[in-house]
């Protein structure tokens, strides 16, 4: 058999007849697993929030969450859950149901939002209408910067006789380009420019490679911090632009006592380590709360781009000892 020229010809006798079987995705109904919501699917949630390692809200927002207060009251009505994100102590107001969305829910976010003056509101629906969904999205766009709206469908998946699933899939988020784009000419320094581009290469770069760290979406400042696996604990690299320092630090937040836990093991973490570990002791910060750190430190400057693989390698391995000497030792605290 003769074939054009470039392509090429297969016989037929040599194609398997085995082709592989699937089973198919069957998407149940929350009801069967939640009857109620503020009974049964807020506190579920609200404790996934509080879990070890990532949770399924947190995954699908590109954020580290830490529950403030379950049924928190506003006004004449609660917010479902009230939260913090644990980079910038920005207030989240997460607002459930298990039926479809209605004006009422939407409503109720945007109340509540403005009674706490949150700055990120989370809807979370199995079903959202066309209209909700376009509401949500023309605030994205018209909203001040700062302000983010998400509508999270909420969906439980099996396969065949496998154990159910669940996934929190994003249907309105605001848009990273988006909000690039909003920003009038010269609105950001050429330093805030510089960390934006920095941070949005450190995240490709996790997201890249095999590494214990989290990808969070970049923002033009001088920190990036990841979550280690247990609330109060967090991994912050810093680019200290004043000082040509960068910094991979363990901040452990409103627990002096497991800092001292952990000093009392500085000897052999110390041994474990292959650079100088600096640890801070507890200071009180000026909204009243204790914090601690245990860093590592490098000299660079922010203009140098032609480093930056340098300093994104170095912030890698630096988050990688954190997890491999202290993530089991945080656990037994």
Known sequence: MQSKPGRYVFETSLISNTMPEFASLESQDVREYWEHEGQDFTPWLAEDIRKEGESELEDAL???LEVIQEEKS????????????VDDNRNV????????SNHDHLGKSL????????????????????EHQDAMQWLNQNSREGVDLFAIRLEVWTIGESEPAVRLNPVVEPSEWKEKAKRSEGELSDTKQLQEEFWTEFRDTIEERNTPLSARKPKPQHWYSNPI????????FVFNSRDNELRAELVIRDDEEAFWQLHEDREDIDAELDRNLVWNEPEETRAGKDRSKLMFTKQAEITDEDRWDEYI??????????????YHRIQRL
């Open 111 to 130: 109340a509540y939002a403005s009674g706490i003056d949150a700055d990120i509101i989370v809807w979370i629906a199995p079903r959202f209408y066309d």
């Open 229 to 236: 696996g247990k609330a109060g604990f967090e991994l912050s």
């Open 74 to 85: 506003v006004g004449r009505y609660n917010v479902d859950i009230l939260a913090e994100v």
């Open 93 to 100: 107001v997460i607002e459930n149901q298990l039926g479809s």
């Open 313 to 326: 390698d170095w912030m890698l391995e630096c988050g990688t000892q954190f997890h491999d000497v202290f």
């Open 62 to 64: 590109g954020l580290d």
